[in-house]
């Protein structure tokens, strides 16, 4: 069974609260959480796409990402002396997608 786009992102923001939550409860402190790379830059999805990215698929990972984001403003203001670092997946990989060769 697949879920809709729109129903997972809506349960997002509780799924993204409370896993933290647990192991602040448990007493974790630091957090390291990673957005979503472009997906549909993926190169088995740009074999299939006449080698260009699949928008939606990119799409949804910028989506997830500024839902993500939004989320640990959230857990910050919930976990006071929790410290949440937040890695940027997607422009990372999206400039090793732009630019492959070595500088």
């Known amino acids: 069974d697949k879920i809709s786009t729109s129903v997972l992102f809506k349960q997002l923001p509780w ?5 933290p939550q647990s192991m602040y409860n448990l007493g974790a402190r630091k957090f ?4 979503v790379q472009p997906l549909g830059c993926n190169p088995a999805f740009q ?3 006449n080698n260009t990215c699949k928008a939606d698929l990119n799409y949804g ?3 997830f990402s500024g839902i993500m984001r939004s989320s640990i403003s959230k ?10 670092v937040y890695v940027n997946a997607y422009n990372i990989t999206e400039n090793i997608y ?3 060769g070595s500088e």
């Open 75 to 84: 857990l910050i203001e919930t976990m006071p002396s929790a410290q949440f």
């Open 61 to 63: 990972a910028v989506k």
């Open 47 to 49: 074999q299939q796409n």
């Open 15 to 19: 799924c993204m609260c409370c896993l």
């Open 32 to 35: 390291v959480l990673f957005g």
């Open 98 to 100: 732009k630019n492959p």
